[in-house]
């Protein structure tokens, strides 16, 4: 098979995971007979500079003209001054409205070969594996009213959370979808005890989950649930949850997996998938072949999975960021004494060496 995938590597350590992420799908033709043709676009800062928009029409032309989208990271210091609404992460927002990606799905599953890299005792996190389901394209991010005015006491700031039983119930049932090829459990996070969007919230997704007797739903509130996240991650499967909330959640659940580097997502809703790592450009390493490229390499995966409808490559892939780990590979973000460090290239080598040894062998 032969994909149209756009690439875009976007700012700071963008390009160099994304490299990595690329150097992995070609490494696929082989052992799986895909062929990738890769095209690359601007997008964020790099647009910016080049062009004067953060997401230039060609590059949106590009995005819906593939079957999915690879996406490095956006922003940095030297556009951080901008108004906001010139500003890279612009860029991405926007992708995400004209794609219509309302859900962006971010799994935090714990390789035991890091367990010493989380922040919490082996015996909590041991094990984990749950998907965040965030809601992407409405929420607090994008409702009306918003801005800063005028008021007696100086200025005001306003933003407007809001979610339409529509926007509930799709999201929803995505995540009842994904839950029943998982372990078949929901956790729909609100704050339903204040808000009275989170009230439709709760409701809306109840109603839903009459339609699927074998998914088990709890509801927990938002605080409730960052606080179970620390204590005890292991109880959720799929937590489901709004734009705002699901933004922050997905970073604690991404720190208890070890680093920022690890960690994945894919957002999907309309056609064409966006598939990029969680973290952002970062700044303080770009530019240092450090930055652990493992997160891109796993959006790799998930493109597989949920775009391509190529699983057995998806699961390769995986397998072998897996097999690398436990042979002691670390970049210097999981690090630990005894492993051999390695930098962001070394990295993608490895896990393409791997793929073909796996392959080979599977062969
Ligand atoms: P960040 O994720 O870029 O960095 C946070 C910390 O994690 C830093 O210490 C960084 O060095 C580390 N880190 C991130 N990715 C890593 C990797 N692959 N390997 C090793 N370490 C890694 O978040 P930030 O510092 O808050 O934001 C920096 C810029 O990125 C800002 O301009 C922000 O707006 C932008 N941003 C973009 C996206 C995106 O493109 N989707 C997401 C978040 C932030």
């Not at 990271?73 to 500003?87: A, E, Q």
């Not at 962006?104 to 005792?121: C, D, F, G, M, Q």
Request: aromatic share 4%; net charge negative; charged share 20%.
């Amino acid at each position: 098979m032969t994909y149209r995938i756009a690439v875009l590597p976007g700012d700071g350590v963008g390009p160099e995971v994304v490299a990595q992420g690329v150097k992995v799908l070609c490494a696929l033709e082989a052992p799986f007979g895909i062929r990738c043709e890769l095209q690359e676009g601007l997008v964020g800062g790099a647009a910016i500079d080049a062009t004067g928009d953060p997401l230039p029409e060609a590059t949106l032309q590009l995005c819906r003209d593939s079957q999915a989208v690879l996406f490095g990271s956006v922003g940095g210091p030297k556009w951080d001054d901008l108004p906001p609404d010139k500003r890279p992460e612009r860029g991405l927002l926007r992708l995400r409205q004209a794609l219509d990606l309302f859900a962006n799905l971010r799994p935090a599953k714990l390789y035991n070969a890091l367990i010493e890299a989380s922040s919490l005792r082996p015996e909590v996190v041991q094990g984990i594996d749950l998907l965040v389901v965030r809601e992407l394209v409405g929420g607090i991010y994008f409702g009306q009213p918003r801005g800063i005015e005028p008021d007696a006491s100086g200025e005001r700031g306003i933003n407007t959370m809001s979610y339409s039983s529509a926007e509930i119930a799709r999201i929803a049932r995505l995540a009842f979808d994904l839950a029943r090829r998982r372990r078949g459990r929901v956790t729909s996070v609100d704050k339903a005890n204040v808000l009275d969007v989170s009230v439709l919230w709760r409701r809306e997704v109840t109603e839903l989950a009459g339609g699927y007797d074998d998914v088990e739903l709890e509801h927990q509130y938002v605080d409730n649930c960052a606080m179970q996240l620390i204590r005890d991650p292991r109880q959720f499967d799929v937590i489901v949850t709004s734009n705002l909330f699901g933004d922050i959640l997905s970073d604690v659940a991404a720190m208890l997996t070890g680093s920022i580097g690890m960690l994945p997502s894919a957002s999907l809703g309309g056609t064409v998938g966006v598939f990029e790592p969680v973290h952002g450009s970062a700044p303080d390493i770009a530019g240092q072949g450090i930055a652990n490229p493992i997160a891109t390499v796993n959006s790799v995966a998930m493109m597989l999975q949920y775009a391509l409808d190529e699983s057995h490559a998806a699961q390769a892939v995986e397998s072998a960021v897996e097999r690398v780990l436990n042979q002691g590979y670390r970049t210097a973000d999981v690090m630990r004494p005894g492993a051999t460090q390695v930098g962001t290239a070394e990295m993608g080598d490895l896990v393409c060496a791997a793929l073909n040894d796996t392959a080979a062998s599977a062969g």
